[in-house]
């Protein structure tokens, strides 16, 4: 990489940290380093929940995404202005002026301290799988980057992080976010503008190109629990995710928790209802366009550049017979894509798409025995999808929005890693070390314990990601873990908003809540795991009014 790009990245990335550290004040005490002292201006809070969502598995997981599947991913967020209305006039004036630290802390209030307990165990075991995964997208980076096998990777972007965040609290990370924000936006746009300018062909051309194998379909009316991405399964699936994930999930609620009032935490909220979908079809897009662009410049038979450089010295011969074979396909493919482009009529057009499609098919099968060649030599899957970009952003962009894009991704994953641990950090002093080993302590006292929880929760991400960044698609990966979880959790919630539940019927729900999700996962994997978020909420509530009775009083 040229020794520009390796100056922004690190000139940026040394200023986010000083700057995000000098921002921040009052960490000598818990109420300062987890909560702000409520003093962060709702802007401030808006994008860093945006920023959270925003991270390195958005710039690497949901263009790979746009890329082999096109803007269908989109629905996975057409729930969240739903929830986001709901979650205003809800839980974010209730759990704003309660005066928690972290929204399971009510639960006891509500219930008993062993459904406290239960729901932030969950939660604990969610988001520490989560932070692993978003650790895992600035690794497969580094891994393409530099070769470096990909549990260094992790390890230099975990370290830093984990130190980072021991330090400034919760302050530095929401300051840090803003930063990544802007950043992110600017790198976007920058890729959007250079592969316009650098298409061969018209946007209008790239376009039709892109419609022709499915990318720009965006909307799917037909309600089938085995499919991922429809319209149903984000208006319902989506509002359910959206309303646990934002509402109970601490990551997120300890945001909206730092604003300075009820109003700016409504307002830091409704942020992402407006921006987050225009926002996430700008990422698919440039997805797409990066497919597009492939069709006229020959990519490599496989963006996994360890697993190719493997494959190359094991099997040389019969891979070189399958490049043979990629690259006079691949001429064929451009010679179609470029009749497409110039077809002058209805008839000629629909040729020239019909021989694209059966161009694309086969280059489609060669790939997939690349894959499965890499899968035999490795012992492990290629999950082409997460070095799909990083290989673009390395080969194809010009020097400095190279060293714009790595500086985004590492900063995004940084503050988003950040985000996640010091939440981790909070739920584990608060509802578990405070609640049951040590109530009476001073605030040095627990300041040292969160910065002791922070560096365990660091090191488990850090297991995590190496595992992630085998499993697919890393931004569905996460919402896989959530998903898991999610639901169940709500449902707790959802419970207690009623009068008929009591503690042993919420302690009782979550469980078969759980149990019925896990049954669903491994019993009948065909369902989708959106859906999983409603079944786990209904069948909490369900189970938790059944069994009934009434409020009851917390456990001491």
Same mark, same amino acid.
């Given at each position: 990489?040229?020794?520009?790009?390796?100056?922004?990245?690190?000139?940026?990335?040394?200023?986010?940290?000083?700057?995000?550290?000098?921002?921040?004040?009052?960490?000598?005490?818990?109420?300062?380093?987890?909560?702000?002292?409520k003093?962060?201006?709702?802007?401030?809070?808006?994008?860093?929940?945006?920023?959270?969502?925003?991270?390195?598995? #958005?710039?690497?997981?949901?263009?790979?995404?746009?890329?082999?599947?096109?803007?269908?991913?989109?629905?996975?967020?057409?729930?969240?202005?739903?929830?986001?209305?709901?979650?205003?006039?809800?839980?974010?004036?209730?759990?704003?002026?309660?005066?928690?630290?972290?929204?399971?802390?009510?639960?006891?209030?509500?219930?008993?301290?062993?459904?406290?307990?239960?729901?932030?165990f969950?939660?604990?075991?969610?988001?520490?799988?989560?932070?692993?995964t978003?650790?895992?997208?600035?690794?497969?980076?580094?891994?393409?980057?530099?070769?470096?096998?990909?549990?260094?990777?992790?390890?230099?972007?975990?370290?830093?992080?984990?130190?980072?965040?021991?330090?400034?609290?919760?302050?530095?990370?929401?300051?840090?976010?803003?930063?990544?924000?802007?950043?992110?936006?600017?790198?976007?746009?920058?890729?959007?503008?250079?592969?316009?300018?650098?298409?061969?062909?018209?946007?209008?051309?790239?376009?039709?190109?892109?419609? $022709?194998?499915?990318?720009?379909?965006?909307?799917?009316?037909?309600?089938?629990? #085995?499919?991922?991405?429809?319209?149903?399964?984000?208006?319902?699936?989506?509002?359910?995710?959206?309303?646990?994930?934002f *509402?109970?999930?601490?990551?997120?609620?300890?945001?909206?928790? #730092?604003?300075?009032?009820?109003?700016?935490?409504?307002?830091?909220?409704?942020?992402?209802?407006?921006?987050?979908?225009?926002?996430?079809?700008?990422?698919?897009?440039?997805?797409?366009?990066?497919?597009?662009?492939?069709?006229?410049?020959?990519?490599?038979?496989?963006?996994?550049?360890?697993?190719?450089?493997?494959?190359?010295?094991?099997?040389?011969?019969?891979?070189?017979?399958?490049?043979?074979?990629?690259?006079?396909?691949?001429?064929?493919?451009?010679?179609?894509?470029?009749s497409?482009?110039?077809?002058?009529?209805?008839?000629?057009?629909?040729?020239?798409?019909?021989?694209?499609?059966?161009?694309?098919?086969?280059?489609?099968?060669i790939? *997939?025995?690349?894959?499965?060649m890499?899968?035999?030599?490795?012992?492990?899957?290629?999950?082409?999808?997460?070095?799909?970009?990083?290989?673009?952003?390395?080969?194809?962009?010009?020097?400095?929005?190279?060293?714009?894009?790595?500086?985004?991704?590492?900063?995004?994953?940084?503050?988003?890693?950040?985000?996640?641990?010091?939440?981790?950090?909070?739920?584990?002093?608060?509802?578990?070390?405070?609640? &049951? &080993?040590?109530?009476?302590?001073?605030?040095?006292?627990?300041?040292?314990?969160?910065?002791?929880?922070?560096?365990? &929760?660091?090191?488990?991400?850090c297991?995590?990601?190496?595992?992630?960044? #085998?499993?697919?698609?890393?931004?569905?990966?996460?919402?896989?873990?959530?998903?898991?979880?999610?639901?169940?959790?709500?449902?707790?919630?959802?419970?207690?908003?009623?009068?008929?539940?009591?503690?042993?019927?919420?302690?009782?729900?979550?469980?078969?809540?759980?149990?019925?999700?896990?049954?669903v996962?491994?019993? $009948?994997?065909?369902?989708?795991?959106? &859906?999983?978020?409603?079944i786990?909420?209904?069948?909490?509530?369900?189970?938790?009014?059944v069994?009934?009775?009434?409020?009851?009083?917390?456990?001491?």
């Open positions: 990489m040229h020794w520009i790009n390796w100056l922004i990245v690190i000139v940026y990335l040394a200023y986010m940290i000083i700057d995000g550290i000098r921002k921040s004040k009052d960490t000598d005490t818990i109420e300062g380093y987890f909560l702000a002292s003093s962060l201006p709702w802007w401030v809070v808006g994008l860093s929940v945006m920023a959270t969502q925003l991270s390195a598995i #958005t710039m690497i997981g949901t263009t790979g995404q746009g890329a082999t599947e096109g803007l269908r991913f989109v629905q996975f967020y057409f729930g969240l202005p739903i929830a986001m209305v709901i979650l205003g006039v809800t839980l974010v004036p209730f759990l704003h002026g309660s005066g928690v630290y972290t929204a399971y802390e009510y639960l006891e209030r509500r219930f008993d301290a062993k459904t406290r307990s239960l729901t932030a969950l939660f604990l075991l969610s988001r520490g799988m989560s932070a692993g978003i650790m895992a997208a600035p690794g497969v980076v580094l891994s393409a980057i530099f070769g470096f096998p990909l549990v260094w990777s992790v390890a230099i972007i975990g370290i830093p992080t984990v130190i980072y965040t021991m330090i400034g609290g919760v302050q530095a990370v929401a300051w840090a976010d803003v930063k990544q924000m802007v950043l992110i936006v600017v790198a976007l746009v920058g890729i959007v503008a250079v592969l316009i300018f650098q298409m061969p062909v018209s946007p209008d051309d790239a376009l039709r190109i892109a419609g $022709a194998t499915g990318r720009l379909k965006t909307f799917d009316f037909s309600f089938n629990l #085995t499919e991922t991405y429809t319209f149903w399964s984000g208006i319902i699936g989506g509002t359910f995710l959206m309303l646990s994930y *509402g109970t999930d601490q990551s997120q609620v300890q945001r909206y928790l #730092t604003a300075k009032s009820v109003d700016e935490a409504r307002s830091s909220l409704l942020m992402s209802a407006y921006w987050k979908i225009p926002l996430q079809a700008l990422v698919l897009l440039l997805g797409v366009g990066v497919f597009v662009y492939y069709q006229f410049v020959r990519p490599p038979l496989l963006f996994n550049p360890a697993h190719e450089m493997a494959v190359e010295a094991e099997r040389g011969a019969a891979y070189d017979a399958l490049q043979t074979r990629y690259e006079s396909t691949f001429t064929l493919r451009e010679g179609a894509a470029r497409v482009a110039d077809a002058d009529d209805g008839a000629s057009e629909a040729a020239a798409m019909e021989a694209f499609v059966a161009r694309e098919a086969e280059i489609q099968v790939r *997939g025995e690349a894959l499965a890499a899968e035999e030599v490795t012992g492990e899957s290629s999950r082409d999808v997460n070095y799909i970009i990083p290989r673009f952003v390395l080969s194809e962009l010009p020097i400095g929005l190279t060293g714009l894009f790595i500086a985004g991704v590492l900063a995004a994953a940084m503050s988003s890693i950040a985000a996640e641990l010091n939440s981790l950090a909070t739920t584990s002093v608060i509802d578990f070390y405070r609640r &049951w &080993w040590k109530p009476e302590a001073d605030d040095a006292h627990y300041l040292k314990v969160s910065k002791y929880a922070t560096g365990l &929760w660091g090191a488990f991400a297991v995590v990601a190496v595992y992630a960044a #085998t499993l697919g698609s890393l931004i569905e990966v996460v919402n896989r873990f959530g998903s898991f979880f999610y639901g169940s959790i709500l449902g707790v919630f959802l419970l207690a908003m009623t009068s008929r539940a009591g503690g042993r019927g919420a302690f009782v729900g979550l469980l078969a809540g759980m149990g019925t999700v896990a049954a996962t491994f019993g $009948a994997p065909q369902v989708s795991f959106l &859906w999983h978020n409603v786990g909420a209904v069948t909490v509530v369900v189970v938790g009014m069994i009934g009775g009434g409020p009851e009083a917390a456990e001491s």
